[in-house]
């Protein structure tokens, strides 16, 4: 199937424009497959059907936290051997009272706590949950990450509003995992 850049679908014969529709939607599904194998979420996804391009694309370095300004001058003393040697993802494991821990966003997006609007939620609070059980969603250019629990335990809260936009690595739920 050959398209011009600028043919619309709508003008393709009904065979063409039903195969140019399901190879959208394989490349859908395999890049939705692709982000959520990744260990850290691109900060940038392009995809070309022509040619068949796909890019990902990772922020280099986190920015210098204002209460840590940078050195001006190479220091005489030896770097620790604990010390991060680049960017540390959040930490997820205290979001409040002992025992309770929470789910980060897996990427850049628009977190929904419903698979389509007007459908009840995955979970509510106070519901008991399992490794792997989904709780949400997030979105990315139309791309839908399911958001799985990663223990077992009480939905104590939840720290993002429906249809709120989330960065990578941010709490979305607090989880009280001593309610297992």
């Known amino acids: 199937m050959t398209l ?8 393709l014969a009904p065979d063409t424009a039903a195969e140019l ?6 490349v859908r599904e395999h890049a939705t497959r692709l ?8 900060s940038a996804v392009r995809v070309r059907a022509g040619d068949v391009l796909v890019e990902l694309e990772w ?4 920015p210098v936290a204002p209460d840590h300004p940078a050195p001006t001058a190479p220091s005489s003393t030896p770097a620790t051997a604990n010390a991060p040697a680049g960017p540390v993802p959040p930490d997820t494991r205290a979001a409040g009272p002992p025992g309770e ?22 979970v509510a609070e106070g519901d008991l949950v399992a490794p792997g059980r989904q709780v949400g969603i997030v979105e990315v250019m139309k791309l839908m ?10 939905i104590a809260r939840f720290l993002v509003d429906d249809n709120e936009p989330v960065e990578y690595g941010q709490p979305l739920v607090a989880l009280d995992a001593a309610a297992e």
């Open 35 to 42: 982000i959520v194998d990744l260990s850290t979420a691109p």
């Open 145 to 154: 990450i399911p958001v799985h629990a990663d223990r077992a335990g009480r």
């Open 4 to 11: 011009a850049p600028e043919q619309p679908v709508h003008d």
């Open 59 to 62: 922020q280099s370095a986190a």
């Open 21 to 26: 529709i399901d190879l959208v939607g394989a």
């Open 101 to 122: 821990r929470t789910i980060a966003a897996p990427s850049v997006g628009t977190f929904y706590r419903s698979p389509e609007p007007g459908a009840p939620p995955f």
